[in-house]
């Protein structure tokens, strides 16, 4: 069974504060990617990984950076939180095209304050 | 970029009933079409995929219809349950290994 992870499932933290969003999966998968889901406005890629120390920008980047020293593990870090960032942030990975179903994490509801 | 339309966003049903929700990609390159539900407070997951030459697929309740000249995909599901509530997605898949998704469809069934 496929199992993606993410470190906390609820997260509060103060605006300035560095914080760090970490998933990780089981299933050798090439591909990782960080979404943030808001009412409205569905799914919007952050970043995404095909390979270690690998990372392309998705579509709303600003604000967020990422790394990934193993193939298993994508971290999301937001350098200075602010109030917008505020959000549900999943996780998810995938092998390479084209069976290239993506597998989420429970995801991790951030409020910043 | 690719971009992928989907329309409901909004759709309340009675049980029994069918639904069906439409999407409309820009990418002619994309040749994979996933569906995902996720059920309140969960995870996406996915319940149906159809490839690009394969017009239409079927899962039981669930079917996927794709019209590739149109550049357009839906979902159907018949026999409407209390347990197809949920928020449905669909996406595309350019040629590179990232999907696009659709905004999203609230499916209401309604007893």
């Known amino acids: 069974d496929v199992k993606v992870t993410q470190s906390s499932r609820y997260l509060v933290k103060r605006t300035g504060e560095k914080v760090f969003l970490e998933c990780v999966q089981d299933?050798?998968?090439?591909?990782m990617f960080w979404y943030r889901q808001d009412p409205g406005l569905g799914l919007r890629l952050i970043y995404f990984?095909?390979?270690?120390?690998?990372?392309e920008k998705g579509d709303i980047p600003e604000g967020y950076s990422v790394s990934r020293e193993k193939k298993e593990r994508f971290s999301l870090i937001l350098e200075s939180a602010s109030t917008n960032q505020t959000s549900m942030y999943l996780c998810?990975?995938?092998?390479?095209?084209?069976?290239?179903?993506?597998?989420f994490g429970p995801g991790t509801r951030l409020t910043v304050l | 970029g690719e971009n992928v339309e989907q329309h409901p966003s909004t759709l309340s049903v009675q049980e029994g009933d069918s639904a069906v929700i439409k999407c409309t990609y820009s990418d002619s390159a994309s040749n994979y079409f996933p569906w995902y539900k996720q059920e309140l407070g969960k995870r996406p997951q996915l319940i149906i995929d159809?490839?690009?030459?394969?017009g239409e697929k079927k899962d039981q309740r669930i079917a996927v219809t794709l019209n590739k000249t149109a550049k357009h995909f839906s979902l159907h599901i018949t026999e409407t349950q209390p347990e197809d509530s949920a928020v449905y997605f669909c996406?595309?898949?350019?040629?590179?290994?990232?999907?696009?998704f659709g905004k999203g469809t609230r499916l209401h069934i309604l007893p």
């Open positions: 990984s095909y390979d270690v120390k690998m990372k």
């Open positions: 299933m050798d998968h090439e591909n």
């Open positions: 996406a595309a898949t350019p040629p590179v290994d990232k999907i696009i």
């Open positions: 998810a990975s995938s092998q390479r095209r084209p069976f290239n179903e993506q597998f």
């Open positions: 159809i490839r690009s030459n394969v």
